[in-house]
């Protein structure tokens, strides 16, 4: 027999009328809970873990009140130590866009953190990578079976000869043709396709496979001047550009060769490099949720949160995003902005996803999954208190619209306004430049990307023991009262830099990947 935890209940703050069931498998109906959040409260129904009880009885119309925040509205009376689930609960209406805090909140300034650095390949341009990768670009999904063989072929044939080269990644997506390419909206996946295309993992190294007759055009990709000069022997070659259609191809094999050829230089360039020693503030680190339950805003992303402080503080930027799930949480944001154009900027941005959603008449709500719900999470309000934790308590320095690259100068909290679908969100943020990622998961999901690395935090100890293999860090332990806050999140800044320089995680290991996906709000033709 293992060792059975006693009843527990977590507050997320002193005036909550609910408290979640810490317990694995939760609780059944009649325990009486101990010392503590919910003393001598008897259960009157089986809570599943992760759920919420009543600590009070809640009126008809009453507000369900988690993290000091109005959750939910009740639709009938709830009696203390009942299951308050969402069939129970109405959602509080969206905060409107209109007379916000605007950069009225100064967080206290901290003591900037100094001595950490981590082990990482600086490009031309002054970036940092933490890989040393070979992307091969596409301008169309056409040339992408192609591209794969070609990339298959390098990795066998020529890595070998350039050990110092962390692998090839070919940049496939399902744009380029088929599309809108001058409508409203159609800017994104361009922009988006182009930052990724210099993303700093890259180390500046710019090669394209097109087909040809495409709409999206190698030159309107990758405009002359928008990507890096090598060296001086570069400096009158234009794109370095294999187009499948050309007619010196003979046959299928012609298309392969040619793009192994052309890759050799550019192998040659990156197998020259070494890791060298720099800063934390060179970390570019996003942030995401995915596959989350009512543990990922009590351990996970709390943890996430003092991270980004850290690394805030190392002088280091931290992006964070997922447009729908701080959507309800947009007055905590607006008043944190480090200015009112800030703050204008936020509100834009979430403005312009609203009338996105509303076109396909649909709304914030229809972000919250079943696999969410059935871990807790009664709606978005309260899926969105739990996912702001993750930004920390910095003041948000900068606003990127979807597919937008941070400048060298904008350093500190950013919010890079995406989407919030875990594939769609990690290429935006591809695309602004991250060069490690966290991400945080209750429910559970495999998700990689090839051209970063990325850390996975589970939320509960039983999925950590269950993936053990796939989850990079325990967050559990924070509810398992074995870690604070403060601790779990300063060990996971200190895993960023060790990934950073090169540790493998999980994801990297098994080469696990999602594939890019290209967020396009303009129609197909």
Not at 102 to 131: C, H, I, W
Not at 275 to 287: C, D, E, F, Y
Not at 453 to 481: C, E, F, Q, S, Y
Not at 502 to 516: F, P, S
């Amino acid at each position: 027999m293992g060792f059975l935890r006693p009843p527990l209940a977590i507050r997320m703050h002193a005036a909550d009328n609910v408290a979640i069931i810490a317990n694995d498998g939760g609780l059944p109906a009649g325990t009486v809970m101990p010392a503590g959040v919910a003393e001598g409260l008897v259960l009157r129904d089986k809570v599943p873990q992760g759920h919420k009880v009543a600590l009070t009885d809640l009126a008809p119309g009453q507000a369900i009140v988690r993290y000091n925040v109005p959750v939910g509205f009740a639709r009938q009376a709830i009696p203390a130590g009942s299951w308050v689930h969402e069939r129970l609960l109405d959602i509080p209406a969206a905060r409107a866009l209109q007379d916000l805090p605007m950069a009225t909140v100064k967080p206290e300034q901290q003591e900037a953190l100094e001595g950490f650095a981590f082990e990482g390949y600086v490009n031309s341009d002054g970036s940092v990578g933490t890989r040393n990768l070979l992307a091969i670009t596409t301008t169309v999904q056409c040339v992408a079976g192609v591209v794969k063989i070609a990339v298959e072929r390098i990795e066998r044939e020529l890595l070998p000869i350039f050990p110092h080269v962390d692998g090839v990644v070919g940049l496939e997506h399902s744009y380029g043709c088929g599309v809108a390419i001058d409508a409203p909206g159609a800017e994104i996946p361009i922009r988006t396709l182009r930052n990724i295309s210099l993303n700093p993992n890259f180390g500046g190294e710019v090669m394209v496979v097109s087909l040809g007759c495409e709409k999206l055009q190698p030159d309107r990709l990758l405009p002359p001047g928008s990507f890096p000069i090598h060296g001086a022997h570069d400096k009158d070659q234009g794109l370095d550009l294999v187009c499948l259609q050309d007619e010196a191809h003979v046959g299928f094999m012609s298309m392969v060769d040619s793009i192994v050829q052309s890759a050799k230089p550019h192998l040659q360039r990156l197998n020259a490099r070494r890791r060298q020693t720099v800063p934390a503030s060179a970390l570019v680190v996003g942030v995401q949720c995915g596959g989350s339950d009512a543990f990922s805003g009590v351990t996970a992303n709390p943890a996430v949160g003092y991270m980004a402080d850290l690394i805030v503080r190392a002088g280091g930027t931290v992006m964070f995003s997922e447009n729908t799930e701080v959507r309800d949480a947009v007055e905590q944001l607006t008043s944190r902005a480090a200015t009112p154009e800030v703050a204008q900027a936020i509100v834009r941005e979430l403005g312009w996803y609203d009338q996105y959603l509303e076109r396909g008449r649909a709304d914030r709500t229809a972000n919250t999954t079943p696999g969410n719900k059935a871990g807790g999470l009664s709606n978005i309000a309260e899926k969105a208190m739990g996912s702001i934790i993750k930004s920390g308590s910095a003041a948000i320095a900068h606003v990127l619209s979807p597919g937008e690259k941070l400048r060298s100068d904008q350093k500190g909290l950013v919010f890079a306004a995406t989407p919030a679908s875990d594939f769609i969100c990690g290429t935006l943020q591809l695309a602004a430049g991250m060069n490690v990622h966290v991400f945080t998961t209750g429910r559970g999901t495999p998700y990689g990307l090839q051209a970063c690395p990325v850390v996975k935090v589970a939320t509960r100890t039983d999925l950590a023991t269950r993936w053990h293999d796939l989850m990079d860090m325990n967050a559990g332990r924070i509810a398992d009262g074995e870690m604070t806050i403060e601790e779990a999140g300063h060990a996971l800044f200190l895993l960023m830099l060790d990934v950073a320089s090169g540790r493998k995680t999980w994801a990297e290991h098994w080469k696990l990947h999602n594939a890019l996906v290209l967020f396009n709000p303009a129609p197909i033709t």
